[in-house]
């Protein structure tokens, strides 16, 4: 399977919107369907024939640790920000020597999805052109996810080109938490903390970022009650 075999699993947030859950443990090991969120991401991530997966650490991130170290299945690096928190920009740009230039998945440890037709990950690998992209991400239809309270996060046109949402409009498709990257998005990057989405706005300002439609639904499990929506959407899914 060409494309990217590699990827990095945002898990160093602090879970304030999932407690009391995550008073004593960090959120992506927050179980849902008797599985931890981030078994969640890897077991998707491996699927999609990814080899090597980062995970940056932050909260509880001795946790994180023996939890990842029981994992044999893929290679899994710690990304360390027991420091500082870095945002989701700043997180990536300090994994980025981990990729060695190669682009890479993405992927946010509270977001799953139950597939529809084919395999999304699978179908942004064949969708992915590093010519005319900087970034492919995932994209969930509004009417199709649970526990999104947005507006939505970008425009989408027929060929997939993606623009920011003007003020006052809504958008039909939000942001999963599952993108493609290339490394020189991160050209001219600020130092420290920073958000992902201002790469992604200068994306935007040079044509070059671009969006796939998820054939499925979107479960973001930021809260105790979208766990609970998610858990009784999944129970519905699984075989008598």
């Given at each position: ?76 690096r710690i990304s360390d920000e027991t420091d500082a928190i870095l945002g989701t920009g700043g997180g990536i740009a300090r ?146």
């Amino acid at each position: 399977m060409s494309g990217p075999t590699r990827a990095i699993i945002l898990a160093a947030g602090l879970g304030t919107r999932m407690r009391p859950l995550t008073n004593n443990t960090p959120k992506p090991l927050v179980k849902v369907a008797a599985r931890a969120l981030i078994d969640h991401a890897i077991d998707r991530l491996v699927q999609a024939g990814v080899t090597l997966i980062v995970v940056n650490v932050h909260y509880f991130a001795d946790q994180l640790r023996q939890h990842l170290a029981e994992r044999d299945d893929v290679e899994i690096r710690i990304s360390d920000e027991t420091d500082a928190i870095l945002g989701t920009g700043g997180g990536i740009a300090r994994a980025l020597p981990h990729f060695e230039g190669e682009p890479f998945f993405v992927h946010n440890s509270d977001s799953i999805w139950a597939e529809g037709y084919g395999q999304a990950l699978a179908r942004m690998k064949a969708r992915w052109n590093p010519d005319e992209m900087d970034s492919l991400l995932l994209m969930a239809a509004l009417v199709n996810s649970m526990g999104y309270e947005g507006r939505g996060d970008f425009l989408m046109d027929s060929e997939g080109r993606l623009s920011v949402v003007p003020e006052g409009k809504l958008s039909p498709f939000a942001y999963p938490g599952a993108a493609i990257l290339h490394p020189r998005l991160f050209e001219g990057a600020p130092n420290g903390a920073f958000p992902l989405l201002m790469l992604w706005e200068r994306a935007i300002e040079r044509d070059r970022l671009f969006g796939i439609r998820l054939d499925g639904v979107w479960m973001h499990v930021g809260t105790p009650e979208a766990l609970t929506e998610a858990e009784a959407f999944l129970a519905d899914l699984a075989p008598a």
